[in-house]
C-alpha cells in the first residue's frame, strides 16, 4: 500500500551514520550514492547528502543535519525517470512521481509546500539531484531493478478471477437450475472462453451430453433399419 514520503531520524553506525534496514525480512542496501540534494514539490533543494537505495526503499540523509532524512518506499514511487531539460529543471535530475495514499483534493496543493511546515502526506514529486550528473544512468538502473522487486499487486482483480470448477461442478449447477443460461449470467466473472452469455466449460459439458444422446439416436435408429429388413 502506498504511504508517501516520510521523515527518518533512526540512524546506526558512526559518523553521518546509515538508515536502519529491515535485514529480517530481506531488506538490502543496493547502493550508495554521496553528493545527492533532494527537491520535494516546489520547495529548494535541500544541502547535498547521502541516497541509500535498498531492495525496498529510497533513503535521502542530511550530511549537515543528522536529524534530517526522508525515506519513500518502492511501491510508492509511481513513476521514475531521468530528467536532463533544462526547462522542466536547472539541474539534471532523477524524477519521481509519489503516491501518498491521500485524496486527490488533499494532494492538490502539494506544489505550493514551500514553506518551513512541510507537510509530507501533500508532497507528490520528489527529485534526486546528484552533484555528478554522469551518474545519473546507473542511478535510473538501479531505480529500475529495485522497482521490479517491489509490484504493486492488487489483490482485489487477483481474488476476483481465482475461481476454478470442474466439468461436474458446471453439470451439477446445470441440474439444479431449471434456467442454465441464468446462473451463467449472475457469474460475469468467468472471464476464460466466454462466448456471449454462454460459458465454454458449460459447452464442453453440453456437447459432452449431446454426444450420449446422439449415440442412443443412432442405436434407435439402427434398431429401426433391421426390424424393416426382417418384415
Known amino acids: 500500500m502506498a504511504t508517501g514520503l516520510r521523515i527518518v531520524t533512526e540512524?546506526?553506525?558512526?559518523?553521518?551514520?546509515?538508515?536502519?534496514?529491515?535485514?529480517?525480512?530481506?531488506?538490502e542496501l543496493m547502493h550508495v550514492q554521496p553528493g545527492v540534494s533532494i527537491v520535494l514539490g516546489?520547495?529548494?533543494?535541500?544541502?547535498?547528502?547521502?541516497?541509500?537505495i535498498s531492495t525496498k526503499q529510497v533513503v535521502w540523509l542530511s550530511d549537515t543535519d543528522r536529524a534530517k532524512g526522508y525515506a519513500v518506499d518502492f511501491v510508492s514511487v509511481s513513476l521514475h525517470a531521468v530528467s536532463r531539460d533544462p526547462e522542466a529543471y536547472p539541474s539534471p535530475c532523477i524524477y519521481t512521481q509519489i503516491e501518498t495514499g491521500a485524496d486527490e483534493e488533499e494532494v492538490e496543493d502539494s506544489d505550493s509546500e514551500s514553506d518551513d511546515r512541510l507537510n509530507l502526506s501533500k508532497i507528490t514529486e520528489m527529485r534526486l539531484v546528484p552533484s555528478d550528473p554522469n551518474q545519473l544512468d546507473t542511478l535510473f538502473a538501479i531505480f529500475c531493478e529495485c522497482a521490479e522487486l517491489n509490484p504493486d499487486y492488487i489483490e482485489e482483480e487477483e481474488d476476483e478471477h481465482n475461481w476454478v470448477f470442474s466439468a461436474d461442478q458446471l453439470e451439477?449447477?446445470?441440474?439444479?437450475?431449471?434456467?442454465s443460461e441464468w446462473a451463467v449470467q449472475q457469474n460475469p466473472t468467468h472471464s476464460i472462453g466466454v462466448n456471449g452469455h454462454h460459458d465454454l466449460a458449460h459447452s464442453v459439458v453440453q456437447l459432452q451430453l449431446n454426444d450420449c444422446r446422439f449415440e442412443d439416436a443412432e442405436e434407435v435408429e439402427q434398431d429401426e433399419r433391421n426390424d424393416r429388413h426382417l418384415n
Open 42 to 52: 516546489n520547495r529548494p533543494p535541500e544541502s547535498p547528502g547521502t541516497l541509500y
Open 11 to 27: 540512524r546506526v553506525g558512526d559518523g553521518t551514520g546509515q538508515p536502519a534496514l529491515d535485514g529480517e525480512n530481506g531488506e
Open 172 to 179: 451439477d449447477d446445470a441440474e439444479n437450475n431449471d434456467d
